[in-house]
C-alpha cells in the first residue's frame, strides 16, 4: 500500500463539470457503463464510486445524479456504475461488481485527473448495502472474483463511505417489510437473496454482532424519520454496533424526509450534501489513504 499525501480538497469550492460515458467492464457481450463526473481544473482531484439502489433489482447510474453533480462541482470526481442486478443476478453478484468498480476506478483514476488514493464510495438503499458489505469485507475471495488484468494487485479497501438510507440490516428490513404488507419490498429482497441465510451473511449490522474480522471505513449515514422502507431504528442499531466495533461513524436524521429524499433539489438535500462534503473533507486531511 502506498501512503499518499493529503489532497487540498476545499467543499465550498465551485468546478464547471465534464461528464462522459465510460466502459468499466465487460462481460462476453455486455458492457457495463459508468458515468463519470469530472471537475474541471488543474487537480489531482479526491475519487469516488457511486452505487444506486433499487430494492437489488432496478435502477440506473442516473438514480442519485443531483447529489454527485453536486460533490462533482465541490472539486470530487464521482464515478456511478451500472452493476448486475436481480433476480437474474441475485447475491453476491452486486457486491462483487462494487468491489470490481472500485478496483476499476483506482487502477483509472489518473485517467480523470484524480488521486486513486484518495478513494470513497457513496451508496444509496441497497446501493449502501453493497458499499458496506465491499468495504468490510474488501479482500472477500467472493466479493474480488472478477480479475481487474490490467492491475492484478489493487485491492477494493476504501477510505470512507456515505451511505444515504442504507439498507444495513436487510433482515431486519426484511420483517419490516412483512410487517407492513410491502409485498414488493418482499418480493425484491427474496429475489435478491435467495434465502434467508443470504439475508444474514450478507448482513453489514449482523457481521459486527457476530464479531467478524472486518475492516471499518469511516463512515456517515444520512436518513430521513419519515423512511417507510428501512426502519430508522435498525439504522441507529447498526451505528452504535459499528462504534462498538472500533469504526467510526457519524449518524444524520434529518426529520420529516423520506426514503430517498436526497435524488431531489430542495433545501434537505443542499444540507445533507453540506455534511457529506464536511466529513470527507476530514477523511482526506487523513495522513493515510489507500492506493496503487
Known amino acids: 500500500m502506498v501512503q ?35 471537475p474541471q481544473g488543474t487537480g489531482p482531484f479526491p475519487v469516488m464510486l457511486d452505487v444506486h439502489g433499487g430494492r437489488w433489482n432496478r435502477g440506473t447510474r442516473t438514480n442519485a445524479e443531483v447529489m454527485d453533480r453536486a460533490l462533482a462541482e465541490s472539486g470530487i470526481v464521482v464515478a456511478s456504475i451500472e452493476f448486475r442486478l436481480a433476480p437474474d443476478h441475485p447475491y453476491p453478484a452486486q457486491v462483487a461488481d462494487i468491489n470490481y468498480g472500485t478496483r476499476w476506478l483506482k487502477a483509472h483514476a489518473r485517467d480523470f485527473n484524480a488521486d486513486p488514493g484518495s478513494i470513497g464510495a457513496v451508496g444509496s438503499s441497497s446501493g449502501g448495502h453493497g458499499v458496506f458489505l465491499s468495504g468490510m469485507r474488501p479482500h472477500d ?25 442504507p439498507v444495513v440490516d436487510p433482515h431486519a428490513r426484511y420483517l419490516y417489510a412483512q410487517e407492513t404488507n ?22 453489514p449490522h449482523m457481521i459486527l454482532q457476530r464479531g467478524e474480522m472486518v475492516t471499518l471505513p469511516p463512515a456517515i449515514i444520512i436518513q ?24 467510526e461513524i457519524q449518524l444524520e436524521i434529518f426529520d420529516g424526509m423520506p426514503h430517498g429524499f436526497g435524488y431531489r433539489p430542495g433545501p434537505e438535500t ?23
Open 4 to 38: 499518499w499525501p493529503a489532497l487540498s480538497y476545499d467543499p465550498k469550492q465551485s468546478f464547471g463539470l465534464d461528464v462522459t460515458e465510460v466502459e468499466y467492464r465487460r462481460d462476453l457481450n455486455v458492457s457495463w457503463m459508468a458515468r463519470v463526473y469530472q
Open 141 to 165: 475471495s467472493r466479493y474480488a472474483a472478477l480479475p481487474l488484468d490490467e492491475a492484478p494487485e489493487l485491492d477494493a479497501t476504501l477510505n470512507y463511505i456515505l451511505a444515504c438510507w
Open 182 to 203: 410491502n409485498e414488493g419490498l418482499v418480493a425484491a429482497t427474496n429475489a435478491y437473496f435467495t434465502s434467508s441465510d443470504g439475508a444474514t451473511e450478507g448482513n
Open 224 to 247: 430521513g424519520t419519515e423512511d417507510d422502507n428501512i426502519p430508522v431504528p435498525a439504522t441507529k442499531e447498526f451505528a452504535e454496533a459499528y462504534l462498538r466495533s472500533g469504526g
Open 270 to 292: 443542499d444540507r445533507a450534501v453540506d455534511l457529506v462534503k464536511a466529513f470527507i473533507a476530514r477523511q482526506l486531511s487523513a495522513p493515510a489513504r489507500t492506493g496503487s
